[in-house]
């Protein structure tokens, strides 16, 4: 059991939850024990695509964080939340309300390379304590705007013609990026104030809704103890790197410690494979092969 299962998480579950389901669920499948992980925070208030680590695939988690990722998300015009969600309290009105055509007009300047503040209601720290537990707390949370990359942005779906009350978007952005800050953003270039109803994560990295499943469907497959069915194999959360086929000689140096020479490859990363089975994670230079994550198989 060493790979990957993508959850459709449902509204009101933390990510840290989410792993523990997919515990519970190889436990009631008798598959033993198994490191589990997950790739990617998700707010209990946002769905969508979680992909959950297990077995040797958690070493490749963090590599999971650092990708990019595809949300849908609504935007309500009138009101801002002290949280930029619906689960605040409000803090701000307006009784402007954009057309279809401002919005579209406006959307080129929050695509590309953006600067944005986050939330305060976020899991950054401040001086040692998470934001979030300093606004909750009432005190003033001041955050460094930080650069991020908004690689498309696009209207998913209108209520009306007319002026609108709420619009969702879909956004693909790449790491760091928070979604309540770019419709808060949005909503003030527009002359108006807004915060996030909806917000469904549609893809991380190479991982999509297509192969998420429900928790319900997650407790069927451990019933029937066939959860490796629904678990992609670790090669799939590197499916943008080259793979590196080795000797048995080399493979053996590699789970050594060692650097291999003379290796035609070019630099950068690679899935370093005897035969059909992973070995490592490996970083090519000038023809040496370095270990960057070793895989236990």
């Not at 299962?5 to 389901?21: C, F």
């Not at 935007?75 to 402007?96: M, N, P, Y």
């Amino acid at each position: 059991m060493h790979g990957w299962i993508i959850l459709d998480k449902p509204l009101g579950l933390g990510s840290t939850q989410g792993v523990s389901a997919v515990k519970r669920a190889l436990r009631q499948g008798g598959y033993g024990k198994w490191k589990v992980g997950h790739g990617g925070t998700l707010d209990p208030l946002a769905t969508g695509v979680l992909p959950i680590a297990v077995g040797e695939a958690t070493k490749l988690a963090g590599r999971m964080l650092d990708s990019d990722k595809v949300y849908d998300f609504t935007i309500r015009f009138g009101e801002q939340t002290d949280t930029l969600d619906a689960e605040g309290k409000g803090v701000a009105t307006s009784d402007v309300r954009p057309t279809r055509t401002a919005l579209e007009a406006v959307l080129p300047r929050f695509t590309g390379p953006i600067e944005q503040v986050p939330p305060a209601y976020s899991a950054l720290k401040v001086d040692g304590e998470r934001a979030y537990d300093l606004a909750r707390a009432g005190a003033e949370v001041v955050l460094a705007t930080r650069a991020v990359t908004i690689h498309a942005l696009t209207v998913a779906a209108v209520a009306d013609a007319g002026v609108l009350e709420e619009v969702t978007l879909s956004a693909h952005v790449s790491k760091g990026t928070y979604i309540r800050s770019l419709a808060r953003d949005i909503a003030l270039a527009l002359g108006t104030v807004g915060y996030v109803t909806m917000l469904r994560r549609t893809k991380a990295g190479p991982f999509d809704l297509s192969q998420a499943i429900s928790l319900d469907n997650l407790d069927q497959h451990a019933m029937a103890r066939t959860l490796e069915q629904r678990l992609l194999p670790l090669r799939a959360g590197l499916d943008d790197i080259p793979a590196l086929s080795l000797t048995p000689d080399q493979a053996g140096a590699l789970r050594q410690g060692r650097v291999l020479a003379g290796i035609a490859a070019v630099d950068g990363l690679h899935f370093a494979l005897l035969g059909d089975a992973p070995v490592a994670l490996v970083e090519v230079t000038d023809g040496n092969v370095r270990v960057e994550r070793g895989f236990n198989l």
